[in-house]
C-alpha cells in the first residue's frame, strides 16, 4: 500500500532523529483474517497455545472471532519487532498480551522473557494500535523508554504550535530575505 508524501515526511522525520532511535522501538504486523480463521478451525489448540483466557473470552464474544484473534496475534508479532527481537529469541507468543482497558483501548501486558527484556532495554511503555477490516488485521506497537515516554507526555498546546510554526516560518523568511540581500550585494560589484 502506498504512503502519502506527507506520512512518508513525518516517518522519515521520527526514524532519522537520533532520539528517536535510542528511546523508541517500532513494531508494525500484518495478519490476514482468512489465514487465522483457517488456522483456528484446523487447529482448535491454537487458540489455547497463542492467546491468554483473557483475550480468548474476548475474541470468543465478537460476531467475526476470526478477525480479532488476526488483530492480536499482529500485536502481539508487533511487540516482539518493537522490542527488536522475534519470538525465536526465547520469547513465547504468550508472553505478549493484548488486554483492554476500562474504555476498550488496547494495551500490552509483558509476562516472562519479554518483560525481562524490557526492563533490560528500559522499556516502560508499550502503546499499541490495532486495526482490521474483512480480510486484514494490523497492529503498530512503540517500545518507549522512560525519556520517549516522558517527551510524549509533554504536549503543546494549539497556541504553541501555532507560535513554533509562526518562528519557523519568520526564520525562513529572514534567511530568504539575507540571501536577496547578498545578491544584491553581488550584483552591486
Known sequence: MA????????IDQALSSDQAVANVGLGVDM???ERMERILSRTPSFAQKVFS??????????????????????????V???????FSSGISVRDVEVVREEGGRPSIVLTGRARDVAEALRITDIPVSLSHTKTDAIACAMALTQDAARTRTVQMTPEQELAQQFKQAR????????AEDVSHADRAL
Open 3 to 10: 504512503r502519502s508524501r506527507k506520512v512518508q515526511e513525518v
Open 80 to 86: 516482539v519487532k518493537a522490542l527488536g527481537l522475534g
Open 31 to 33: 495478519v490476514e483474517v
Open 171 to 178: 526564520a525562513m523568511l529572514d534567511d530568504l530575505g539575507s
Open 53 to 78: 483466557s483473557q483475550e480468548r473470552a474476548y475474541c470468543d464474544s465478537r460476531p467475526y472471532p476470526a478477525m480479532h484473534y488476526a488483530a492480536r496475534f499482529a500485536a502481539k508479532e508487533a
